[in-house]
């Protein structure tokens, strides 16, 4: 009994790619048209497509005592209605526009705002006009929340102003009380501890207002960074188109030579065929 022998494949594989090869370079003039064919195509791409110039900026949300003024994906929508590609279902707004809207990740203050314009200009000059809008309604914001907490700092040196004249008054009448009439500066005596007791309080709560007003709980809306004009086009990117018509006419150019190579068998088997 033998064992059987395995069977390679490598030998037919190899002459299968010797056979391919041969004909590639019988029909290289072909791989060369379909190659020459789609860099034409390219290049002819590139000249009519109009550019596309995109600008970028990143925003940070300004807070009062640690609450944003306008929550990240609020004011996402809110300017992708106002100033993005769409106006409504059907409808797309001319550049520039608005491209992208986008909240970073991890950091619900920050976001990321993307304009598009036929000019870099255009993209650029979207962007200032937008960040002027949302400094003009988070300053109004800013201001009103930060008002009612320096008019609590306010009041509480108001407060603590009257209760020092309170404790002053009690402290000058309580020793004059004291050999006369005891019972009476035992009354002004806790009395004076409740004023204490109060401005302590007051003392307390002073400092913990004065943090939520520095920054970084209270801050204004503002850029993390400068906006720029774009110096080149974000579309077409001229080394993409061109890598991709080189690889597509590459390809293209080998299967029209392999079809010209079985169009030509085919005719010659049909004219060696006998009548």
């Known amino acids: 009994m033998h064992a059987n022998a395995p069977v390679s494949s490598s030998p037919v594989g190899q002459s299968d790619l010797v056979r391919l ?27 009519l497509a109009v ?16 609450i944003a003024l306008e929550p990240s994906e609020v004011l996402a929508s809110r300017l992708l209605v106002e100033y993005g590609s769409r106006v409504a279902d059907g409808i797309s707004r001319k550049r520039p526009y608005l491209k992208r809207v986008t ?14 314009g036929d000019q870099p200009e255009d993209a650029a000059g979207l962007l200032e006009r937008v960040f002027s809008g949302i400094h003009v309604a988070h300053g109004q914001i800013y201001g009103r929340y930060s008002d009612s907490f320096n008019e609590r700092l306010e009041g509480i040196e108001r407060q603590r102003g009257t209760l020092q004249r309170q404790y002053d008054d009690a402290s000058s009448l309580l020793e004059k009380l004291k050999a006369n009439d005891p019972v009476q500066a035992s009354l002004i005596a806790i009395e004076r501890s409740r004023v204490v007791a109060i401005m302590t309080d007051l003392e307390a709560e002073k400092p913990g207002v ?19 004009a774009p110096a080149s086009p974000s579309s077409p990117r001229t080394a993409l188109v061109v890598a991709l018509a080189a690889l597509l006419g590459l390809i293209g150019g080998v299967l029209l ?19």
């Open 103 to 116: 909240p970073q990740r991890g950091v619900p203050v920050v976001v990321e705002l993307v304009a598009e």
């Open 257 to 275: 030579a392999f079809a010209v190579e079985l169009a030509f068998s085919g005719r010659k088997r049909s004219s060696d065929t006998p009548a």
């Open 21 to 47: 090869l041969k004909v590639l370079i019988r029909r290289k003039w072909w791989v060369v048209v379909g190659a020459v064919a789609s860099m034409l195509a390219g290049a002819v791409y590139l000249m």
């Open 51 to 66: 550019p596309v110039y995109q600008a970028s900026v990143t925003l940070r949300i300004g807070q009062v005592a640690g």
């Open 210 to 228: 004065a943090q939520k007003l520095a920054p970084p709980q209270t801050q204004p809306t503002d850029l993390l960074g400068a906006i720029t």
